[in-house]
């Protein structure tokens, strides 16, 4: 069972609207949890960064949350756009690595 | 223009030989890294250095080489030896190794072996 679960595996929406993605783990403990933007054949780019102790991170019209209740954290975007399209990868920094989630494949559709 | 760069972005070879990715940073970070992406999985560690002339196997180092005799430069020999190299390989940096500091990636390299 991999340690860092993202769902959904892709995701359409309208330009304009709002979409949230998940990222279960079970990694435990945990330094950080980053949300990274990774844009066709480019390589991923930091969103945000959270520490076990914050709840929740925001970068213009992207929002990080996390739950360490519920081992969950999600990516809340606002007024998507064309150019978010692209894939969204849960990254977790444990007590010895870094383990990366498979993805979030978003296409926004005008 | 600071950052991280790979080169060539796209690269293809024939099965049996070796061939070799580059990667540079100009960023004055000690730990880099080398990933391996495969569609639909997660970046998987192929190797990584916390200082010059050292390194270490990550997951799946089976069938690669790295060197780092500069702080800048960590390049990668995909070997003949690698089962199926056909993927796409991104380089990493980070001011210190342990991974609490940020990763930066570089641009990626897309190696085909036919």
């Known amino acids: 069972k991999n340690q860092v679960e993202q769902s959904p595996q892709s995701l359409i929406i309208l330009e304009g609207k709002n979409c949230t993605l998940q990222?279960?783990?079970?990694?435990?403990?945990?330094?950080?949890l980053r949300w990274y933007k990774q844009d066709t054949g480019r390589g991923p780019v930091s969103l945000t960064i959270m520490t076990f102790s914050e709840n929740t991170k925001s970068n213009g019209r992207y929002t990080a949350t996390l739950d360490a209740d519920t081992k969950q954290s999600s990516l809340h975007i606002t007024a998507s756009q064309l150019s978010d399209s692209a894939s969204y990868i849960c990254?977790?920094?444990?007590?010895?690595?870094?383990?990366f989630g498979s993805g979030t494949r978003l296409s926004i559709r005008p | 223009d600071g950052g991280i760069t790979q080169s060539p972005k796209y690269l293809f070879r024939k099965e049996g030989q070796n061939v070799t990715l580059s990667c540079e940073q100009n960023l004055n970070h000690d730990a880099m890294y080398w990933y391996r992406q495969d569609p639909g999985q997660g970046l998987r560690l192929i190797y990584y250095s916390q200082i010059v002339n050292d390194f270490q196997k990550g997951d799946i180092a089976e069938g690669y080489s790295v060197s780092r005799e500069k702080k800048e430069s960590f390049p990668l020999t995909v070997t003949s030896a690698q089962k199926n190299p056909t993927a796409f390989y991104l380089c990493?940096?980070?001011?210190?190794?342990?991974?609490?500091?940020?990763?930066?990636f570089g641009p990626g390299t897309r190696l085909t072996v036919t």
């Open positions: 990254v977790l920094l444990g007590a010895s690595k870094i383990i």
């Open positions: 990493a940096s980070s001011l210190n190794p342990g991974g609490r500091y940020e990763q930066y």
């Open positions: 990222c279960n783990y079970t990694v435990s403990p945990f330094s950080n």
